[in-house]
């Protein structure tokens, strides 16, 4: 009996550290200095008001099977972490979407969402809202037919305040970096 109760707790310990959420370190809401004190400023980036520090998966998620070709990038508006992309970096045959990499950790860690009998021909996206928790999967056939795969992680006060923000950008309230006089 306790031979059945030690396999049955040890195999329930292997599925939830193999399906296990990513720590993604920072938290939604955290300040932009948290992260420049660790890794220096952020890369130049061409929207006024807004950085983007981009990681391999690998290195920020060592052991949750999104080794290969994926990155995640900390999305701040006004120096606040308003969102986290998970972004798979395909090449014109689309090899990292293929392997259904970022489609199974979303399932195995937010839920499963119908992806048709084919998860290779899905497109479209699933919203998944948890108490605060936003978060959207999207699969959509983009510029030369390369999948446009990703993993957007926010919450709804933080989602509005990035909306709104490129909201501004687009209606020409906010001026590009790249046209501002030098």
Do not use: W
């Not at 929207?47 to 052991?63: E, L, R, S, T």
Request: with cysteine.
């Amino acid at each position: 009996m306790n031979f059945r109760l030690t396999l049955l707790l040890l195999s329930l310990l292997i599925s939830t550290a193999a399906h296990a959420k990513c720590n993604v370190v920072y938290n939604i809401g955290d300040n932009l200095s948290k992260m420049e004190a660790k890794y220096g400023p952020p890369p130049p980036y061409r929207y006024p008001g807004m950085n983007i520090y981009p990681f391999f998966a690998k290195d920020i998620c060592p052991g949750e099977g999104l080794d290969e070709g994926i990155m995640v990038e900390y999305r701040f508006v006004n120096d606040i972490l308003v969102a986290i992309n998970f972004v798979a970096l395909n090449d014109e045959n689309n090899n990292i979407s293929k392997k259904l990499t970022l489609m199974k950790y979303t399932k195995n860690v937010y839920g499963a969402f119908d992806t048709t009998e084919n998860p290779n021909s899905f497109t479209g996206y699933h919203i998944f809202e948890k108490s605060d928790e936003f978060v959207v999967y999207q699969r959509f056939l983009g510029e030369e037919n390369k999948i446009d795969e990703q993993l957007y992680l926010s919450t709804k006060k933080y989602d509005q305040i990035l909306a709104e923000h490129i909201n501004n950008f687009e209606l020409g309230k906010i001026e590009e970096e790249l046209d501002k006089p030098q």
